[in-house]
């Protein structure tokens, strides 16, 4: 059973005068719907009335605990901080191993990925582009097409904007200006849709500090990435390809 916080939902609800059990308005292993428009997009005539309570607030999924005796297992990290939860319940991060059969939804290895193959960066920004800088140059000596590169950043990079670091990559969306998780978490779906949309060969994702929502974000782009070759080893393939 579902309780919105969204109040346009609510008042459905009320209207109804029952709960309402659903699942989510979004396709299987995709990334999430969290727009009226995107909702449209990926279910097309599969429904015969989308209710537009306008964007959703956070961005990212619930949190899932499963309450054992004294503590909290977190099946699934979300929008509830673990941080807060902390502070009146002991929450125990379950791992990889004990997930042999599926409690919750989100818990599968690969979610919400877009069909262009994404990678996480792995290491510093700086360091990420002057690495493809010098992978750059392999191409040009062995006269391969340089792919068309999409990057999901999480913050501002002035580096970016220099013309060393800019011309690597074909477009970039940012998460948030200001480093901001609420905002980020808000944009990640949504910004992963638009650059899945624009028929680039790879797109690369920056990693966010896991702590507060950052933790929910990187699950996400964790399971997003999980499906998809990585960045070198996607260049590495071009060429070995070409010659």
Sequence with gaps: ????????????IRSLGRPIAAPSAT??????????????????????LILDGGAT????????????????VLLRPGGTDVEAIEKIL?????????????????????????WTNLSLMGSEFSDFVNELRGIQNLFQQ??????RIGLLLFGRRDLFK???GAHLFETVEVLSQDKDMHEAA???????????????????????????????IM?????????????????????????
Excluded: C
């Design 1 to 12: 059973v579902r309780m919105p916080k969204n109040e346009t939902a609510l008042e459905l």
């Design 27 to 48: 396709v299987f292993g995709y990334p999430s719907s969290t727009t009226a428009p995107a909702v449209s997009e990926d279910l097309e005539d599969k429904v015969d």
């Design 57 to 72: 607030q956070i961005g990212v999924e619930s949190t899932v605990l499963k309450i054992e005796n004294d503590h909290a």
């Design 90 to 114: 002991r929450v125990v991060k379950s791992s990889d191993k004990e997930k042999e059969i599926v409690e919750s939804p989100g818990e599968m290895k690969s979610h919400y990925a877009p």
């Design 142 to 147: 062995k006269k391969v097409a340089w792919p």
């Design 162 to 164: 220099t013309e060393k």
């Design 186 to 216: 808000a944009n990640l779906f949504q910004s992963l849709r638009k650059l899945d949309k624009i028929n680039l060969d790879v797109l690369v994702a920056e990693a966010i500090p896991e702590r507060g929502l950052g933790l929910a």
């Design 219 to 243: 699950d996400r782009l964790k399971k997003a990435a999980a499906g998809h070759v990585e960045i070198r080893e996607y260049l590495n393939n071009l060429i070995l390809m070409t010659h």
